[in-house]
Every structure is written in structure tokens, then in C-alpha cells.
């Protein structure tokens, strides 16, 4: 049984903004900057889902480990900062004052930092055991 969270469920403005006029390709870039964003800062275990067929929510999920709070917080603020800087702004943040499961939904993907102890509890790779893992690609 899939855990549902509020932040998301699928709304009228997050489908508006789906299908605007990013293509698949670009979509794939955003989500392997923010992953190497992730890297950047020292996460653990980086991985990339492809939620295609999966779920209408959003196209792909971040997910990475800190190895402490501070750490969760400080890839968190990185990721955001970096991917503002080239002009993606995060929709919606969860998490980011107490490091312990940092969620950062940029529409068309979700990134989520844990705390090693809660990655391990909520599993979330197994729960979206259905979607693709996407190969990271190499920093250019």
C-alpha cells in the first residue's frame, strides 16, 4: 500500500505546468543536473526514477542520502540555490528546517534527501519499485 503525502498529489496548476513546453529531453537534463547537484555536495546513494507509466504526479524523483541533518539541510539549500541559478525555482519545500527528509518538488521532478535512518524506514525505492532507475551520467 503506497504512502501518500499531501505536497504530492497531483493538482490543476502542477498539470498546467507539466504540459508546458519543456521536452522530454530537457526534462531529463533538470533531473540529471539536480542529481549531480546532489553529488556536488557529498550525498550517498543518488538515484534517479523515472515515474513514467507509473504515476501522473511528476516525471522523475531525486533521491539521495545526507549524512546528518546539517548535511540533509546543506544539499537541500544547494540544490536549490544551483537550479535557481539556472532559472528553475522550487514549487514546494518540505523538510528543510529539520534535515531529517527534504523534499524539493520542482513540478516535473521531486528531489528528496534523507537522513540515512528514514531512508532506510520509508524505503522509497521499494515503493516505487514499478519506475525505471535512470543511469546517472557523468559530470561533463
Known amino acids: 500500500m503506497r504512502r501518500s503525502t499531501p505536497s504530492l498529489k497531483p493538482s490543476l496548476n502542477r498539470m498546467a505546468t507539466s504540459l508546458s ?11 540529471q543536473r539536480a542529481a ?8 550517498n546513494d543518488v538515484v534517479i526514477l523515472n515515474l513514467a507509466g507509473v504515476t501522473d504526479m511528476t516525471d522523475y524523483f531525486v533521491i539521495a542520502s545526507g549524512t546528518s541533518d546539517t548535511h540533509v ?9 544551483e ?28 528531489v528528496h534527501i534523507f537522513h540515512p535512518t528514514l531512508r532506510s524506514f520509508y524505503q522509497i525505492e521499494r515503493l516505487w519499485s514499478d519506475a525505471e532507475t535512470v543511469a546517472l551520467e557523468p559530470q561533463e
Open 36 to 43: 549531480q547537484l546532489c553529488l556536488d555536495m557529498k550525498a
Open 83 to 110: 537550479m535557481k541559478k539556472v532559472g528553475l525555482t522550487v514549487h514546494h519545500t518540505e523538510g528543510l528546517q529539520q534535515g531529517r527528509w527534504v523534499l524539493l518538488d520542482f513540478f516535473d521532478f521531486v
Open 21 to 31: 513546453s519543456v521536452t522530454a529531453r530537457e526534462g531529463a537534463q533538470r533531473v
Open 73 to 81: 539541510r546543506s544539499i537541500g539549500e544547494h540544490v536549490i540555490a
